[in-house]
């Protein structure tokens, strides 16, 4: 096995893809994955950079290669911002060094694991930039042909379907059961539903969408099926009248402007035409339609065109035998438009909820999705998980749903589901574009407990999505784990102002505020501190005990007794309110004094409360961790923790601390065992926890 095994194994999972959507480059992959030799390896690492930057030269830069080195080229493509940045720089690495399989000389083996690396990334970005200018493409051609396709004849995308269609380029109808095209599938799995418009030009004064829809154009022979041409504008706008966001004008309205549709040819059906009615019925949306013939098989397109502009910005086609599989096809449409339009509406709704990266074909779907984002933000843990798996229920490819498992279930400890979740999205990740390929990857580095990966997963897709207040956060929450506390201000600090900027529609999580607080507060920044954690009261009241329970560290930490005392007595009187007992009131007034590095004190009222509650086991654990940490009893410390695991041997906390013990006991080889199952458990990474495994590791 070389050293290089598992990059081979990642480049034989693109290797379908590659072959498919870019077989040139996918020749060149083949030979590689199948050689264990490094100069063979480098070679047709550097042939499979020469084919995608040749053909980015052609699409981008609009010339041929010729014989221009590659760096002139990436330097190019760079320059002009044709490719990302980080693209560039694994471009970069690939050029630099596989020129020793290009002309051979002595290196160092191990330079082939970068040289894999980055051709891993590089190819996985190029797969989805040749699926999505190809996927350009077949919707301008299927545009084209639903106006200038000849009787008897269609074309999906660069394929001609003829009488006798080949099974590769159609797909099998089954009894009974209408399929989409797989064009048509891509489309909505990896695609936002939604074209160019902007956002609110398709809505009504009423705030819902307002469509017309035209009768359909018979292009066909066969003059019997003209009966289907208002027939298929009936059946959609009694289906998509059924719709709550949609303002459907009737059939009735439109046959009085019209005088009878029966009698409107062809030919008076233009945009033109249709853009006009549609504006003496104040409807922003006009769907235009078809019906064209190839043998036996009959497909019918739907294009959504905004009256205003008369651009065409979505277009769907559904395929059936004959004229009984026309109830099928109008029930297909009215799905596919329906999406289409709640899902842009759902987004224009929810402006500020960060919602611009969200691909799925199923308006149901989002609609439990945004209730679960804001049942999540508010920290109602189960009522979210019930919405985020309903989602999913309904679109079980919709990855966001189970990124936000994986965090829901990792907060509450929940260590297995919140792994589950996190490779469920992972086994989907070359099915979607790369914006959410990064998101995935952010959570599985989340769940990996890989900070620095996280961080860099983030700070890609922000290049792509700088606007996403979430993915601030995120990267403000790894760096304040690190204890990187600069660079988490910076991060939560650029979270909000891009909340107010967007005019604080949506109100960031309560953690956005308290982490950054906290920070504040290991910088010495009180003054900010302070006011941060005001702002955080009015927006999150509900949250009161926990904020001033560090706004009270911060005025005792700095020795202003009398202050702090105001918010400690606080701490007391919303405990009373709440009903909290005496024992679970002091010991939160104790974690202020730990906190705040007056650890003796601590330490008493710590065994005060447990006095009152001597078998509760979350006192237990408090004292052990402040015995153990700050060596004031190790052994006693210890002893405790012991007595906790014997009970619940399955909890991370428990084991690390009496883990953490039995290493200051000098006890490294059973201390790591503890250490390292305690690790595996938990749900984050662990800044405290991993420094003292690797302490207890280098021991060894």
Avoid at 184 to 195: A, D, Q, R, S, T
Avoid at 416 to 423: I, L, Q
Avoid at 462 to 483: C, D, K, Q, V
Wanted: hydrophobic share 35%; proline share 4%; aromatic share 10%.
């Amino acid at each position: 096995m070389t050293v290089w095994t598992s990059e081979i194994n990642e480049l034989k999972l693109l290797y379908e893809s590659l072959r498919i959507h870019c077989p040139e480059s996918g020749k060149e992959l083949e030979k590689l994955i199948r050689t264990e030799d490094p100069i063979v390896i480098m070679l047709y690492s550097r042939r499979c950079l020469e084919v995608i930057v040749t053909k980015l030269c052609e699409n981008e830069l609009k010339r041929p290669r010729k014989t221009e080195p590659l760096k002139g080229i990436i330097d190019k493509l760079n320059k002009e911002d044709k490719v990302p940045s980080h693209i560039i720089t694994s471009m970069h690495g690939i050029n630099d060094l596989s020129t020793y399989g290009a002309h051979p000389k002595d290196f160092d083996p191990e330079q082939v694991r970068p040289v894999l690396s980055q051709l891993n990334i590089t190819l996985k970005w190029y797969i989805q930039y040749i699926t999505r200018i190809t996927s350009e493409s077949d919707v301008e051609k299927e545009q084209q042909e639903s106006v200038k396709a000849p009787v008897g004849i269609f074309k999906t995308g660069a394929e001609q379907i003829s009488e006798k269609p080949s099974s590769s380029s159609i797909r099998k109808l089954l009894t009974g059961i209408l399929i989409l095209t797989g064009a048509l599938i891509v489309l909505l799995l990896y695609n936002k539903i939604f074209g160019p418009d902007s956002p609110g030009r398709l809505r009504s004064a009423g705030g819902k969408i307002s469509i017309a829809i035209m009768p359909f154009k018979n292009l066909t022979s066969d003059t019997l099926l003209n009966i289907w041409q208002p027939g298929l504008q009936s059946l959609l706008i009694t289906s998509l009248s059924n719709s709550e966001e949609l303002s459907v004008r009737q059939y009735e309205t439109i046959d009085n402007i019209l005088g009878n549709p029966k009698k409107v040819d062809n030919a008076a059906l233009t945009p033109s035409f249709a853009a006009d009615i549609a504006s003496r019925l104040d409807a922003k949306t006009v769907i235009l339609g078809s019906l064209y013939k190839a043998a036996e098989r009959i497909r019918v397109t739907v294009n959504l065109m905004n009256s205003r502009t008369e651009e065409i910005y979505k277009s769907y086609n559904v395929d059936g035998k004959n004229e009984d599989d026309f109830f099928t096809i109008s029930d297909s449409l009215s799905k596919l438009i329906r999406n289409g339009l709640e899902i842009k509406r759902l987004e224009e709704k929810n402006d500020g909820a960060d919602l611009k990266n969200i691909y799925t074909s199923s308006a149901d779907a989002l609609k439990y999705y945004i209730q679960a984002r804001s049942n999540h933000g508010q920290l109602k843990y189960e009522l979210a998980i019930d919405l985020y798996l309903k989602s999913i229920s309904a679109d079980t490819n919709f990855v966001s749903p189970m990124l936000m498992l994986a965090y829901v279930y990792g907060d509450l400890g929940n260590s297995p589901e919140s792994r589950k979740w996190a490779y469920k999205a992972y086994e989907r990740i070359y099915r979607v574009p790369q914006d959410i390929q990064l998101q995935i990857r952010e959570v599985k580095s989340a769940v990996d407990k890989d900070p620095m990966e996280l961080i860099n997963n983030i700070r890609q897709y922000l290049e792509i999505n700088p606007y996403s207040t979430r993915s601030l956060y995120t990267m403000g929450w790894a760096y304040f784990n690190t204890e990187q506390w600069q660079s988490a201000i910076d991060a939560f600090e650029e979270s909000i102002k891009l909340n107010k900027k967007f005019g604080n529609n949506y109100k960031l999580w309560v953690w956005n505020y308290l982490l950054l607080g906290n920070a504040y507060h290991k910088t010495g920044k009180h003054k900010k501190e302070m006011k941060i954690y005001e702002d955080c009261l009015s927006l999150w009241p509900g949250e009161e005990s926990s904020i001033t329970f560090w706004q009270a560290v911060c005025f005792l930490s700095r020795g202003d007794t009398v202050m702090a005392g105001r918010y400690l007595n606080k701490i007391k009187t919303i405990g009373y309110e709440k009903g909290w007992p005496e024992s679970e009131i002091l010991s939160t007034i104790a974690g202020v004094y730990e906190k705040a590095g007056l650890i003796p004190e601590g330490e008493k009222l710590n065994r005060g409360a447990l006095a009152l509650d001597p078998q509760n086991k979350t006192l237990i654990y408090y004292l052990a961790y402040l015995l153990i940490k700050y060596d004031i009893n190790v052994n006693e410390g210890t002893e405790l923790a012991g007595k906790l695991i014997e009970e619940e041997a399955d909890k991370p906390d428990y084991l690390f601390i009496y883990g953490w013990g039995l290493f200051k006991q000098g006890k490294t080889g059973e201390a790591l065992k503890f250490l390292e199952e305690s690790w595996k458990l938990k749900a984050w990474y662990d800044h405290e926890h991993f420094k003292v495994l690797e302490a207890a590791k280098k021991t060894i």
